[in-house]
C-alpha cells in the first residue's frame, strides 16, 4: 500500500478537491490540503490559511510554503495554475505536479502577471494533467514545451450499477449545474425557456448553483413572467446531486466557454440526455444526435429549439441518455481517473 505524502495545494471547499484527496486517503496515501477553504476532510489534514483579498496568494505564498515544508511531503500537487500555482512556484519543492482545470489557461492566463507565473508553474513542472484534450491543446499553445509531459485525466463521476428509471412523462423539466456566472450563461438559458414554456407550458427548469448574477437572473425570471416555470434552487450538495438529477428528463450546459464539463458526466451517469453547447471539452462528452444535443454558444433560440427538440420526442430522449451512461461507464468512472492519478504519482 502506499505511503507517499501528497501536498495539495487547492480549494478545500471544492468538490474536486474533496473527491482527489478522499480517494487517495483511502488508497493509503498520507495527504495534506493547504488553502484558503475552510472544509474539514475526513482523514485528510487541511491546513487554512485566511484569505483577505486577491492578493493573498502572494501575501500568503510564504505561510504556505512554511506549512508545505513541515509536512516533507514526497510530490507537491497544484489543482488550478492560477491562483494556487502562486504557491506551488514560490514552494518550488520537485517533483510538482499541476492540474489545470479550464478558466485557469482560458481565462487567467491570457492576462498580465497571470500569463508570467502560469507559463513559469508550467515550466517547471515534472508533469501537468488536463481534464479535456481541448484544454489540453490550450495548455499547449500557451506553452508549446509543455507538450511532452501534458495528459488528460477527466473529472470522473461515480457510475450507478443500473440505470435510473425516467421520469413521469406529464413533468417535463431540465435542470442546469454551473455557476450563476456570465461565462456560463444562465440568463440566454431562461430566455430559451420563454420560448420551450410556449410549446410546452408545463416545462420546468431547476436552476442549480450560486454566484453574481443570482438576483439578476430572478429579476429576468420576474420580467418574463416565468415564475411558475423556472426556480433557482441554489447551492445543491454534490453528495446528493444524482437525487437531483435524475428527477429531471435532461441537463442543459448553455456555456459560452468550458474547461472540461463535468455535469455532463453526471448527467449521462444518471442516464439523462444533454442539451449543450459546442464548446471546450464538451464535444469531447456530448455527441449530437447521440446522447444529446449540441448548439453554437450565444444563440438563444438555438438553445430553444434544441430543448424542445428534445421534449418532442421521449422515446428518443430515454434512448439517448441510455447512450449517455454507456459513455461514462466506458470513459468517465472515477475509479479509472484516480487510477492514471494513482500511476504518475508513483512514477516518482
Keep these: 500500500m502506499p505511503n507517499k505524502r501528497i501536498l495539495i495545494f487547492g480549494h478545500a471547499e471544492s468538490t474536486h478537491i474533496y473527491k482527489w484527496s478522499t480517494s487517495l486517503a ?20 487541511v491546513v487554512t490559511i485566511p484569505k483577505k483579498n486577491k492578493s493573498s496568494y502572494f501575501s500568503s505564498m510564504f505561510l504556505a510554503k512554511k506549512y508545505a515544508l513541515e509536512f516533507k511531503p514526497d510530490i507537491v500537487h497544484v489543482h488550478y495554475a492560477g491562483g494556487y500555482g502562486i504557491w506551488g512556484l514560490h514552494t518550488d519543492i520537485r ?59 477527466p473529472f470522473g463521476v461515480r457510475i450507478p450499477e443500473t440505470q435510473f428509471e425516467f421520469p413521469d412523462s406529464k413533468n417535463p423539466s431540465a435542470v442546469y449545474l454551473k455557476q450563476l456566472e456570465p461565462i456560463y450563461a444562465p440568463d440566454l438559458l431562461i430566455k430559451a425557456t420563454r420560448k420551450v414554456v410556449a410549446k410546452f407550458p408545463d416545462f420546468k427548469l431547476n436552476i442549480g448553483g450560486e454566484g453574481t448574477m443570482k438576483q439578476q437572473l430572478q429579476d429576468l425570471i420576474d420580467s418574463l413572467k416565468l415564475n411558475a416555470n423556472v426556480s433557482i434552487i441554489g447551492f445543491y450538495d454534490n453528495q446528493k446531486i444524482y437525487d437531483l438529477i435524475k428527477e429531471q428528463s435532461f441537463l442543459v450546459m448553455p456555456s ?93
Design 95 to 153: 517533483p510538482t505536479l499541476v492540474s489545470v482545470w479550464g478558466s485557469d489557461i482560458n481565462e487567467s492566463a491570457k492576462k498580465f502577471p497571470n500569463n508570467y507565473f502560469i507559463k513559469k508553474l508550467l515550466s517547471k513542472a515534472a508533469f501537468v494533467t488536463s481534464t479535456s484534450d481541448s484544454l489540453k491543446s490550450n495548455t499547449i499553445e500557451l506553452l508549446p514545451s509543455v507538450k511532452e509531459k501534458i495528459i488528460t485525466i
Design 256 to 348: 459560452l466557454q468550458e474547461g472540461f464539463g463535468v455535469a455532463a458526466v453526471e448527467a449521462f451517469a444518471c442516464s439523462r440526455p444533454v442539451v449543450a453547447t459546442n464548446v471546450g471539452g464538451i464535444p469531447e462528452i456530448v455527441t449530437d444526435n447521440q446522447n444529446g444535443y449540441l448548439v453554437e454558444p450565444n444563440n438563444v433560440d438555438a438553445l430553444a429549439d434544441a430543448m424542445i427538440r428534445m421534449l418532442s420526442n421521449r422515446e428518443n430522449m430515454i434512448k439517448m441518455g441510455q447512450n449517455g451512461y454507456k459513455v461514462a461507464k466506458e470513459k468517465y468512472d472515477w475509479e479509472k481517473s484516480v487510477a492514471q492519478m494513482v500511476e504518475l504519482y508513483e512514477m516518482y
Design 26 to 45: 483511502k488508497r493509503g496515501y498520507q495527504v495534506r490540503i493547504v488553502s484558503f477553504g475552510t472544509k474539514e476532510i475526513e482523514g485528510v489534514d
